[in-house]
């Protein structure tokens, strides 16, 4: 998690429907994920406190995910609040 922090620190991340986040070409980082909610190589939804956000690419894959921490690996192309 403090990985996450500093990264997070130097490159202002994102928030969205709860979830901390910052993309970066090859994948990106995401922190306070309370579930996995769909899983593919071109989508995944992650579930935060307040909703969802939703990974579109190309090559997705997983990381880590671990106390509410996901790191995603791949093209991220857009990413969407639900």
Known sequence: M????????????????????????????FQNVKRIEEFSSETILLRGKKGKVRLIGRDLSLSKYYAGDVAVLGEILKVERE
Do not use: M, P, Q, W
């Open 2 to 29: 403090e990985l996450f922090k500093e990264i997070s620190r130097s490159l202002k991340a994102e928030t969205g429907a709860g979830v901390s986040f910052t993309v970066l070409e090859g994948g990106g980082y």
